[in-house]
């Protein structure tokens, strides 16, 4: 289950698809889920990016993309596995926030679409909660091979190039 919160000027019609969609592409990056993942996506601004930035990585600017979770991951495998016996069970993966006042000005600095733009922090923020991360160049090339290939299960050409992409 994918949930999508935000201010409905953050949400035209299409959005919420387009989100689960790019999120579904990024989870299929990792190896079999023992129960179904659940996880939820928060469209935002600068200023609440800023303030959770601040709080808890201890940087005072806003940024694109926060991910919170990524527990009993690594490079999309398990490395905690997960053990119920409840059919109804699911493996809470975390929480991811976007700002959209990002999204705009990065698609409008890089000539794409602020869809196009999306797609890639959902996907970049599902990445993290899947153990992912960019901290050595060999991890950031398993991420970024992990996000081209996201992109064409959705049959779109990743908009950036690794280069373009900030740590």
């Known amino acids: 289950m994918i949930h999508i919160l935000g201010k409905r ?3 035209p019609a299409g959005r919420a698809g387009l989100m689960r969609d ?3 592409a990024a989870l299929a990056q990792a190896q079999p889920l023992p129960l179904p993942p659940e996880l939820s996506i928060r469209l935002s ?3 609440e990016l800023r303030e959770l930035n601040r709080k808890f990585r201890g940087v005072d600017a806003a940024t694109d993309v926060l991910s ?3 527990d009993g991951f690594e490079d999309g495998r398990i490395t905690a596995p997960s053990q119920s016996e409840d059919p109804a069970a ?5 929480d991811i926030v976007i700002s959209m ?3 705009a000005a990065q698609a409008a600095a890089y000539g794409h679409s602020v869809e196009d733009e999306l797609r890639l922090l959902v996907i970049h923020g599902t990445l993290h909660l899947l153990g992912f991360d960019h901290m050595t ?3 950031k090339r398993a991420m970024w091979t992990a996000q081209d290939r996201a992109f064409a299960q959705l049959g779109r050409r990743n908009p950036w190039h ?3 992409l900030h740590l």
């Open 90 to 94: 699911t493996l809470y993966l975390g």
């Open 137 to 139: 160049a060999k991890r």
């Open 45 to 47: 601004d600068d200023a």
């Open 9 to 11: 000027a953050f949400l």
């Open 68 to 70: 919170f979770g990524g």
């Open 101 to 103: 006042d990002h999204c």
């Open 162 to 164: 690794a280069s373009q």
């Open 22 to 24: 790019a999120a579904r």
